[in-house]
């Protein structure tokens, strides 16, 4: 997005008009159709001039509308808070593979995006590790171990081992959180064993 369009002027009303552009965006990912800035500036009721004062490219469009997750990392664990670690650390998991399946077609559009070469240094799931880092500060682990532990646990929740549990293994959404959660309460038994968490 053009953020110094953004933030010159009138800054309610490009934010009001940005939002119109994401969920015009979204609509067409989440039929799995294919759209243009054209298309989602007549969807949002707005001039092709005025799309593309806010996005370059379909791309960018693509990729901003697939990430627009409603909960922050701060928010999920406020709501997990109450649980001990191992139940918080499965419930972020449970929301993420929940809000995966439920946008699995914004997520796959995201990713065809992403991983094109000319994308190479672009970074996704940042959003998993930070929330299982939160998670995780209060726990006796020592902080190598709870890099590699949130490193690990990231594996286990999002598009991609949602790809590869129903592309790869040929499972559906619900033997694919099955098989997820599983993995995850299996690692969190063997540090449990340690008494670490």
């Known amino acids: 997005m053009n953020d110094e369009y953004l933030?010159?002027?009138r800054a309610n009303q490009k934010l009001e008009t940005r939002k119109e552009i994401i969920a015009s965006a979204k609509y067409f990912i989440d039929k799995g159709k294919e759209f243009t800035l054209?298309?989602?500036a007549k969807k949002a009721k707005i001039s092709r001039a005025t799309i593309y004062r806010y996005y370059s490219n379909v791309d960018i469009l693509t990729s901003e509308a697939a990430l627009d997750i409603p909960k922050d990392s701060e928010t999920i664990n406020k709501a997990l808070y109450h649980l001990n670690i191992d139940e918080r650390l499965l419930g972020i998991q449970e929301y993420y593979n929940s809000f995966t399946i439920d946008n699995e077609n914004a997520f796959r559009k995201y990713l065809s995006v992403v991983i094109k070469p000319h994308n190479a240094n672009n970074?996704?799931?940042a959003r998993r590790k930070e929330t299982l880092q939160l998670a995780l500060k209060d726990s006796s682990l020592n902080q190598k171990e709870k890099n590699k532990l949130s490193n690990l646990l990231t594996v286990l929740m999002g598009m991609e081992p949602l790809i590869v549990?129903?592309?790869v293994c040929g499972l559906?959404?619900?033997q694919s959180k099955e098989l997820l959660n599983w993995g995850m309460e299996m690692i969190l038994k063997g540090i449990s064993?340690?008494?670490?968490?």
Do not use: I, P
Not at 193 to 197: R, V
């Open 7 to 9: 933030s010159s002027g």
């Open 193 to 197: 064993m340690d008494k670490k968490l």
């Open 172 to 174: 559906n959404n619900q």
């Open 165 to 167: 549990t129903k592309d």
């Open 38 to 40: 054209e298309d989602v």
């Open 123 to 125: 970074k996704r799931g």
